[in-house]
């Protein structure tokens, strides 16, 4: 029942900013890490950002200073702002959750992953 739904994505001129959103809907009572990942056509997904329940966040090096991951706690919502886009910063977009499942000390997290929105940056 959980669902993974990515929006924000589109095309945008280098230089530019896109604002990517992450709902999380379904039976959800918490979240743990939340990740942005992208993959572009020939290339294996990789990280971009991650964000764990009390906010903290890890960045990939190549979008450091440009791209912020955040989320909202209550809406189970995370977002990815990204600034001054770049051509290789094409690619989709795949957002992941990791759900609890159980209780402790059996807790462990699921994964759960959108199916991704498109982000093309021109020159």
């Known amino acids: 029942q959980v669902q993974l739904v990515e929006s924000g994505g589109g095309l945008v001129q280098a230089g530019g900013s896109l604002r990517l959103s992450c709902a999380v809907s379904g039976a959800v009572f918490g979240i743990d890490d939340m990740g942005w990942y992208r993959q572009a056509p020939g290339k294996e997904r990789e990280l971009v950002a991650r964000?764990?329940?009390?906010?903290?966040?890890n960045y990939a090096d190549f979008v450091k200073g440009r791209f912020t991951i955040s989320r909202d706690n209550v809406k189970n919502t995370a977002y990815l702002q990204m600034n001054s886009l770049k051509p290789e910063d094409t690619a989709v977009y795949f957002c992941e959750a990791e759900i609890p499942h159980g209780i402790s000390p059996l807790r462990y997290g699921k994964a759960y992953w959108g199916n991704g929105t498109l982000v093309i940056v021109s020159s």
């Open positions: 964000i764990n329940s009390s906010g903290g966040a």
